[in-house]
């Protein structure tokens, strides 16, 4: 079974910048996200999309950041424009089951980001 | 509101040492508790999961947790550290308003030959 794909896998970029980040979830996944993870920290959610409806986007800066899930398949995460503080890694992660408490997330290997 | 807190940002064993890797949590629901570990440039792999069922959860490569409600810790131990378990290690939890997952910061895991 093929994982979750991401790409780029690294980007570089000044601030004021665009970037886009590209997730293909797992096939038959319900359930996508998007985090952002700064170094030191543990990854923030920032958009849960289920199928093609956003469950939860309260994290995500919405002046600067979008995403969408056409199709309910895969996902795009873009900044802009970036800030210095936007410098990171972007996991995306999927899951099977719809409105599950219990189930089992599986992350890409995350795009890393560096505004300068 | 839910949150994890993961006691000491670094921990060193030898390998063959006892690994233990502290996590205390808050959530006013009964929560699920998860432990993730992340290996250099990559995502996170899920070691095991709580959800209210046996109180000691076994996960892969060896690892285990115990969850304990009178202290609300998750701690994740493995009898006998290997080279290979250097990574950063994520507890987690879920429960408070459905379906937000909250990660601790972290606990990077040295293991020493």
């Known amino acids: 079974e093929a994982g979750v794909a991401q790409s780029p896998r690294y980007k570089i970029i000044e601030k004021r910048q665009s970037v886009a980040f590209w997730c293909n979830p797992i096939?038959?996944?319900?359930?996508l996200y998007w985090y952002q993870q700064i170094l030191g920290q543990g990854p923030k959610l920032l958009i849960q999309?289920?199928?093609?409806?956003?469950?939860?986007d309260s994290q995500l800066p919405k002046d600067r950041f979008s995403a969408e899930r056409l199709k309910g398949v895969d996902s795009t995460l873009k900044i802009q424009p970036a800030k210095l503080e936007d410098s990171a890694v972007y996991l995306c992660?999927?899951?099977?089951?719809?409105?599950?408490?219990?189930?089992?997330?599986?992350f890409g290997p995350g795009t890393r980001l560096t505004v300068l | 509101a839910q949150s994890v807190t993961q006691l000491g940002s670094h921990v060193s064993v030898s390998e063959g040492a006892l690994v233990l890797l502290r996590c205390n949590y808050s959530?006013?629901?009964?929560?699920?508790l998860f432990w993730y570990v992340q290996y250099p440039n990559q995502g996170l792999q899920l070691l095991l999961k709580?959800?209210?069922?046996?109180?000691l959860v076994k996960g892969i490569n060896g690892f285990e947790a115990e969850f304990k409600k009178s202290e609300t810790s998750f701690h994740l131990t493995k009898p006998s550290a290997h080279m290979s378990d250097a990574a950063e290690y994520f507890c987690?939890?879920?429960?408070?308003?459905?379906?937000?997952?909250?990660f601790g910061a972290g606990t990077r895991l040295f293991v020493k030959a």
């Open positions: 987690a939890v879920r429960g408070d308003g459905g379906f937000k997952t909250i």
């Open positions: 096939s038959g996944h319900a359930t």
């Open positions: 999309f289920q199928n093609n409806g956003v469950v939860d």
């Open positions: 709580y959800t209210s069922a046996a109180t």
């Open positions: 992660a999927s899951s099977l089951l719809r409105g599950s408490t219990t189930d089992t997330q599986y």
């Open positions: 959530s006013s629901v009964p929560p699920y």
